[in-house]
């Protein structure tokens, strides 16, 4: 069902992590949450926008100050607690909370309530559940910037791709204290 006088619905999905190493490695500077969800929501009527992304366990403040900041941007924030995965050949750890499924669960889950899907991540992960959407009759648009997004998601969503470098001017987080909203490497 179609929003009322004909007003097209967007739901947003961001992949918290996946966006934090693109604009980290790949743009070298940081969107602000809040501008972002104002600029792809457009003239749509914003049915949800979600943020996931891994914690700490316990969270430290940090991520409970991000988590507030996104829930005061508009953001259903979604979290996962973060596991350490050890490498026994070099020895290294890194810590990761994978919510891909959680992303595709709520993409499934709230389907009836939007015309239009748009994905923040660049994982190809993500291809198969786009393509069902799209057999549903949804739009879909993947945010993400060029050398940041897998081959075939980029391929799967041809020209309903929206390069975060064409978005700067209108997203970009200037204050001075980037680190304090920006969250790393958490889901």
Known sequence: MEAPY????????????NMFYTQKKGLGWFFDPAKLLQVLKGDYELTDAYWFM???QPPDVRDENFI???????????TKALKTIYDNDSGDSTQKANL???????MFNTVENYDKAILLSGDGDFERALELLRSR????????????IAA???MAVGS????LQDLRDKIERIDNHQEDHTHGPLS
């Open 6 to 17: 004909g007003r097209k619905r967007v739901s947003i999905f961001v992949d918290g992590a």
């Open 54 to 56: 891994g914690v700490k």
């Open 68 to 78: 507030r900041f996104l829930a005061y941007a508009g953001y259903v924030v979604r």
């Open 100 to 106: 891909d499924i959680e992303i595709v669960m709520d």
């Open 137 to 148: 009759g949804k739009e879909i648009c993947v945010v993400s910037t060029q050398n940041w």
């Open 152 to 154: 075939e998601l980029r």
């Open 160 to 163: 309903h791709f929206l390069d």
